[in-house]
Structures are given as C-alpha cells and as structure tokens.
C-alpha cells in the first residue's frame, strides 16, 4: 500500500505540474509557427503522429515492466517481513540458507526487471529526440524552397527555426512526464483494487441489549476452498447457560464461534440471537456484547494497562482494569513487572510468558462485561495452579452470563451444564459429564485418552 500510494502522489503532482507548464509552452510555440508560416508548420506537423505512435508503443512497454517490478517489490518486502517475524521458526529449523537463497532470488529477479525498466526507460527518449531531429532537417531542407520560403526575410527565417528548434525540450519533458504517469498508473490500479474489494455486510440495524440465547438453525459453513468445516449444524444455548465444546482437532470448533461474531458468515441456514437473525443485529453493536478469547492470543505493543483496556474499553478506570486482571489472576505477575501496569509489553507481548499472555487476554475479556462470553481454548498454556486459579475466576465470570468453552484439557469443562462433543463439524454426542461418562461414547473416550496423557 505505501510503495503504490507513493508512487501514485509522485505521479499525480510532478506530472501535474510537469503538464500544465510544459504543455503551456508547447501550445504557446505552435501558435506562434502556426501565425508566421502555416504551411511549413504543417509540414513539422506531419510528423507529430508518427512521434506519437513510437511514444505510445513505448509507453505501452513501460506500464507492464512498472506493474511486474512492483509486484516482485512486494515480493521482496514479504520475504523480508515473513523472515524476520518468524525469526525464532527460521533459526530453530535451520532455514537462514532457505530464506537467504529466496531472498536472493527475489531480489534478483527485482534487479533483472529494474535493469530492463531502465534500458526502455534511456531508450524512450533518445528515440524521441532522434525523430525530432530528423523531422527538423527535412523541415530546413524544404523551408530552404521558394515555393515555402515566399517571401520570407532571413530575420522571420531565424526567429522561425529557433521557435521550432525551442519546441525539442518541452516536448522531450512531456515524453519523460509520460513514464511517471505509466507508473502511476500501474500504482494506481493496485490501490483501486484495493479500495474495491467488498467490505464486510452490515446492513442489520438492531442494537438491543442481548440477554444471551443462541440458537444454531441448519447451520452450515463452506470455506472459500471447498473445506465444508460446520454440517447442518443445530444447537440451542439458553440465557446465562454454561456450554462446553470439545472434539478432536479440526472438528470446527474454532470455525462454530468464528460464526458468532461473524468473522465469518454462514453459507447456509441461520444463527438466532434472542430469537433474532444474527444478520439483523448492526456489527459494531453485535461485537461489542460478546466477549471472546482467541485460541490465538494477539497482545499490542503497547502497556499493559492500553493492552487490557483496549477499544472500546478505552475509558475503563484504574480500579475496573485491576478488578479484571486479579479476576483473571494476572494483578500479581503484573504487578512485579518494572513498571506494573505501565510496563510496554513489546512487539506481540513477546517480553511475557505464554500463560501470562494469555491471562492478559482473559482480564481483557473478562473487563468486557459483554453478556456472552466465548472462550477458546483460554486456559491451554496455563500450569495447573494457575489452571486452577483462572477455574475460579472463570466460574464466577460464566456466573450470570452465557458461555461457550472451548477446550482441549476436560478437567476445565466436567461443571458446564452441557458438554457437546463434535467431529466434522457435526455434533455426535452432548449431555453433562456424568452423563457422556456413564454413556462410554466418544467423550469417553477422549477422557480416557485425556487421562493417561496428563
Ligand atoms: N480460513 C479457513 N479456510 C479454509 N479452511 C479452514 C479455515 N479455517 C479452518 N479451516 C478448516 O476447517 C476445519 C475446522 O477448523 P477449526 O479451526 O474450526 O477447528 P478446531 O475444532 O477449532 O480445531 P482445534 O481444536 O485444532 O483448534 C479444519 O479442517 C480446517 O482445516
Ligand atoms: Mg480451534
């Protein structure tokens, strides 16, 4: 996006300018030849289309090298971005040569284009200029005829040629001007791809409190690739209510309450919130009543105060964000950090440790106070002390609000009211844990494997 924008702005004013004056110059001279002598001037001006094809076909060229040169730019870019973030990946599996060999190819082959942009680049304007000369020594040789020349004197004469002789530069501008505004262009049509890319559907006008009934109706979700991740998916959670999901990896957990918030939309069938259509509920105002904890925990570099309080939490006071983070168990680590709740966390919160990332994630959650709490994963990185603490915080948080948990560690869900068990993105099993025990199905035996593993 920066490199087009600055491209496109390097374009739009330098060429402006560039247009306007030279342009300007250019009108001004061939009036003037125009009004001394028509008949030589239309014999210069014979010569303009010709120019102006040699001028077009080069043009042509250059905006499809500009547009291959900034695709590889952004390669490069990414190479370079994607390397450094993954810094830790590519020392610990031995990729420095891999990404150093990908970096050196990229770059490679950004130079081979740039040379290439260069050569047609020097080229266009000598081209230019060559046919301009030309076209002015057969313009003297035919001026030097009576039938032209008339009664011309030499002073008309000499103010003539120089005019004409004038008229090389700005029109040799104009062609440079040209290449930047090629370039531009290409910039230009990335960005308006851009811009035009749909933006997310928000066409619901509710914005109610919600008291926390989910309904899933027929509910299916097909990815962009064809993956069919949630089938005909039907569930209903009361108000206030305490559901458990579990299921193997790539069940569609993750993808189920990605529906919720709608990171996602459904491909087919309905999701009700208060016996309302999830759709007819204004985005913002739908988001903002539910309360999610990524399986992935995304922390800002920022302190940790702006990190809990972030969005629209904004203007929570000192003693709500504390009450959050002792609720969360993460008040003590915090406090031992050099500047407390003042401490910048760093570039992704990478001067904490797993469980305290994540801790800082559920006080976030938690200082939402939204009536639907969505936790993904949330205590996967924790010790079991600490497992045991954010239990705690967690049964007091869940107390009048309704919530669905995610998790791969069972001992955290045996108190939900329902546990649903689901594989391939359908539910096979649900009930509460004495129940699936006693009925030695699939929960059972994820308990089983759950067991011996801990
Ligand atoms: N953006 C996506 N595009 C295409 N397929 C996806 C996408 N996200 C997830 N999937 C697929 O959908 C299926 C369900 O993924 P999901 O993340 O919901 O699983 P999960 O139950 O949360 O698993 P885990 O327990 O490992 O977190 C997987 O097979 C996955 O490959
Ligand atoms: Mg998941």
Known sequence: IMYNVEQLTAASTEALRTIIQQGLITIALLGYLLYTNWRLTMCILIFGPVIGFVISKASKRMRKLSQQVQDTMGDVNHVVQETVNANLIVKGFGGQI????????????NLRRGLKMVAVQQLNSPVVQLIMSVSLSIVMYIALRPQILGDTTAGEFVAYITAAGMLARPIKTLTDVNEKIQRGMAAAHSVFELLDMPEEHNTGKLNDALKGNIQFK????????????IHDFNLEVKAGETVALVGRSGAGKTSLVNLLVRYQETTSGQILLDQKPITDYELTALRTQIAMVNQQVVLFNRTVRENIAYGQLENASDEEIIAAAKAAYAHDFIMALPQGYDTPLGAQGLNLSGGQRQRIAIARAILKNAPILILDEATSALDNESEYFIQRAFDQAMRDRTTIVIAHRLSTIENADRIVVMDQGRIIEQGNHAELIARQGAYYQLHQRNFEEH
């Open 98 to 109: 891999y990404e150093q060999e990908r970096f050196k190819q990229n770059s490679l082959e």
């Open 218 to 229: 027929d509910v299916n979700l097909v990815y962009g690739d064809g993956h069919h991740a």
